[in-house]
């Protein structure tokens, strides 16, 4: 339990201890409740110490935690899959839409849907990291992207991105993620939107070694992942390129930038949600980049 106003960065630490979700519960005007699930572990204690130390330590940035506290309890994993599937709802992003596979979507004209069951650990679009890379994908997925250019998506995690970015018009989207559970839940994904044409999903880390070079990497990780990452993604960049990057928290995101710069990135755009932070990097000998359409 937290403060309103602390709610974004207590989230945020739950986010880093890769939590499959997040519910949010309002309890009064001053009190917000966050929850989630963590796997059985033998450090669970030393998480839990952590994590308190981390709450109390949000005083030195200035945010007021209120009467905080952290509290973990054993649950049937069956029991907490069934609540956390009622809190997740349909992600609305203009024309848009995020929604798991067992949410109601009435079709309309020129309406996007992408269906996901993202599992009990890898996303369902909802976290605002996931919002912020499907915004830039929205505003910097060009025409030329769209005819010829190839996605890649580090860290799929359910796919969602790499689904969002076919549904979206991609012509092919390469998609990496480290974790087998991952793979196998992405690619289901794929198939269920009606993609694998041109979604293919493998096991591995970073950007990998595609055939061709990338006309956009996008990777919502942390940055301590994104950061080591940012030479390999120049490397890999077609001419004109786009790198976005996600899942940074606000107190990190010069260090991102200043990494970039270091390997020949520019800064294009920095997009904002709370706390989390989204870069759209450039190379930096690449022509300016004209923005079609509007973010939403």
């Given at each position: 339990?937290?403060?309103?106003?602390?709610?974004?960065?207590?989230?945020?630490?739950?986010?880093?201890?890769?939590v499959?979700?997040?519910?949010?519960?309002?309890l009064?005007?001053?009190?917000?409740?966050?929850?989630?699930?963590?796997p059985?572990s033998?450090?669970?204690?030393?998480?839990?110490?952590?994590?308190?130390?981390?709450?109390?330590?949000?005083a030195?940035?200035?945010?007021?935690?209120?009467?905080s506290?952290?509290?973990?309890?054993?649950?049937?994993?069956?029991?907490?899959?069934?609540?956390w599937?009622?809190?997740?709802?349909?992600?609305?992003?203009?024309?848009?839409i995020?929604?798991?596979?067992?949410?109601r979507?009435?079709?309309?004209?020129?309406?996007?849907?992408?269906?996901?069951?993202?599992?009990m650990?890898?996303?369902?679009?909802?976290?605002?990291?996931?919002?912020?890379?499907?915004?830039?994908?929205?505003?910097?997925?060009?025409?030329?992207?769209?005819?010829r250019?190839?996605?890649?998506?580090?860290?799929?995690?359910?796919?969602?991105?790499?689904?969002?970015?076919?549904?979206?018009?991609?012509?092919?989207?390469?998609?990496?993620?480290?974790?087998?559970?991952?793979?196998?839940?992405?690619?289901?994904?794929?198939r269920?939107?009606?993609?694998?044409?041109?979604?293919s999903?493998?096991?591995?880390?970073?950007?990998?070694?595609?055939?061709?070079?990338?006309?956009?990497?996008?990777?919502n990780?942390?940055?301590d992942?994104?950061?080591?990452?940012?030479?390999?993604?120049?490397?890999?960049?077609?001419?004109g390129?786009?790198?976005?990057?996600?899942?940074?928290?606000?107190?990190?995101?010069?260090?991102?930038l200043?990494?970039?710069?270091?390997?020949?990135?520019?800064?294009?755009?920095?997009?904002?949600?709370?706390?989390?932070?989204?870069?759209?990097?450039?190379?930096?000998?690449?022509?300016?980049?004209?923005?079609?359409?509007?973010?939403?």
């Amino acid at each position: 339990m937290t403060s309103p106003g602390a709610a974004d960065a207590v989230a945020a630490m739950l986010w880093d201890l890769r939590v499959g979700g997040v519910a949010e519960d309002r309890l009064s005007p001053s009190a917000v409740r966050l929850r989630c699930y963590l796997p059985p572990s033998r450090a669970r204690a030393v998480t839990l110490r952590l994590l308190r130390a981390r709450v109390r330590g949000l005083a030195r940035y200035g945010l007021d935690s209120g009467r905080s506290s952290v509290a973990c309890r054993t649950v049937e994993i069956g029991r907490w899959a069934r609540a956390w599937r009622k809190a997740v709802r349909p992600v609305h992003l203009g024309r848009l839409i995020i929604a798991p596979t067992w949410a109601r979507v009435p079709p309309r004209p020129g309406r996007i849907v992408v269906r996901i069951d993202p599992g009990m650990a890898f996303g369902s679009g909802a976290h605002p990291s996931t919002r912020l890379c499907l915004r830039a994908l929205l505003r910097y997925l060009r025409p030329a992207d769209r005819a010829r250019g190839t996605v890649a998506d580090v860290g799929t995690g359910s796919g969602v991105l790499a689904i969002a970015a076919a549904r979206l018009g991609a012509a092919q989207v390469r998609a990496r993620d480290i974790d087998p559970e991952a793979v196998a839940i992405a690619r289901a994904n794929v198939r269920a939107n009606g993609v694998a044409g041109r979604v293919s999903v493998v096991r591995g880390s970073g950007v990998g070694n595609p055939p061709v070079p990338a006309a956009l990497i996008v990777a919502n990780i942390v940055a301590d992942t994104i950061i080591p990452m940012l030479p390999e993604a120049r490397a890999r960049l077609a001419p004109g390129g786009l790198f976005i990057g996600s899942g940074i928290v606000a107190d990190r995101l010069d260090e991102v930038l200043a990494a970039a710069g270091a390997c020949g990135f520019r800064r294009v755009e920095v997009l904002a949600s709370g706390e989390w932070r989204a870069v759209v990097l450039a190379a930096r000998d690449s022509d300016r980049l004209e923005v079609r359409g509007r973010a939403c």
